[in-house]
């Protein structure tokens, strides 16, 4: 019984590893592209139903009689009392598991853009789950690893699935971009939004949302996007920024009321940051509650 339940596990662990595999690139800034080869199986599951025994419970009621005295004589009543019975059974059990499909080879390039001068020390996982390919990144926290675009295409021949796969990665410095993201002191006058920021970078961009917000009805929203560089006001103050939004130049007209103004500042990039689980944040806002009469 030993023996077989070692060559079972054996078998299982096999299973796993064909199931998916996963290859790790360390980047230093040495080398701009690597090629990866992975191999796997698609699969799909299945059930199977089997009879086992167990044990079952069910409640049964019972009744007792129960007496007390009274200013009017002696009273008996019944009651019920629930007891959990357990019994033999039999229950029937589904049971799943894995059906092979096919098996899958990948091709994957992965193209990485960097800074010259700066150090970089990136590590990349690249996993090929069944036909699902998956990349990560995690490393030395001086970079925004963003996956800006993913070529994949797949031919199938015979019972083997072919992936090629293309991804493109650049490192942004993250640490001018961390110092931007600041929203301080936001006001409100002359019809302008006013707020402290961090020194800006051609990384950050601005986002304001401005919400008619009565105390009873429904919310009004009048602006809500991303600003242009024409419609923000920045003036360098110390080591940050002062920020200034006209509404007016927005085409927004507040008139008389209670408003929501949330502004929002965020790091600006095309595709997916890799390894956003290392920083706090990627974006910060405030909001601020004025009221016109």
């Known amino acids: 019984m030993k023996n077989i339940l070692a060559l079972l596990m054996l078998v299982f662990s096999l299973y796993s590893v064909a199931s998916s595999e996963t290859k790790t690139f360390f980047y230093d800034g040495t080398q701009d592209s690597v090629n990866l080869s992975l191999r796997s199986e698609e699969t799909h599951t299945e059930y199977r139903y089997e009879q ?10 019972f009744y007792r009689t129960v007496c007390y005295n009274t ?6 009543n019944t009651v019920p009392e629930y007891r959990t019975i357990s019994y033999p059974c039999t229950q029937t059990v589904r049971i799943p598991y894995q059906v092979k499909d096919y098996d899958v080879d990948a091709n994957v390039v992965l193209n ?17 789950d069944g036909d699902d390919l998956s990349i990560l990144a995690l490393g030395s926290k001086r970079f925004f690893v963003v996956l800006n675009k993913r070529d994949i295409s797949s031919r199938t021949q015979g019972s083997m699935k072919f992936i090629d ?3 493109y990665v650049s490192l942004v410095e993250a640490a001018p971009i961390l110092r ?5 002191n936001i006001s409100f006058k002359d019809n302008s939004v006013f707020f402290k920021t961090g020194a800006t970078t051609d990384s950050v961009g601005f986002y304001l949302n401005v919400t ?8 009004t929203v009048l602006f809500d996007r991303e600003l242009s560089s024409s419609e923000i006001d920045l003036r360098a103050q110390g080591v940050g920024s002062e920020a200034s939004i006209n509404f007016q130049k927005l085409g927004v007209e507040l008139g008389s009321g ?3 103004i949330t502004a929002k500042v965020f790091f600006k990039h095309q595709g ?6 290392q920083f706090e944040r990627s974006e910060v806002s405030q909001t601020l509650l004025y009221k016109i009469r």
Request: with cysteine; net charge positive.
């Open 112 to 128: 990485v853009s960097s800074i010259p001068g700066i150090p970089a020390g990136e590590t990349f996982k690249v996993t090929l």
């Open 52 to 61: 086992r025994n167990t044990i079952c419970y069910r409640q049964d009621v």
């Open 212 to 219: 008619k917000s009565p105390i009873l009805g429904s919310d």
């Open 180 to 184: 931007a993201l600041q929203v301080n």
């Open 165 to 167: 796969a293309n991804f």
């Open 71 to 76: 200013p009017t004589g002696r009273v008996c």
């Open 272 to 277: 997916t940051i890799l390894n956003a689980s």
């Open 258 to 260: 209670r408003f929501k």
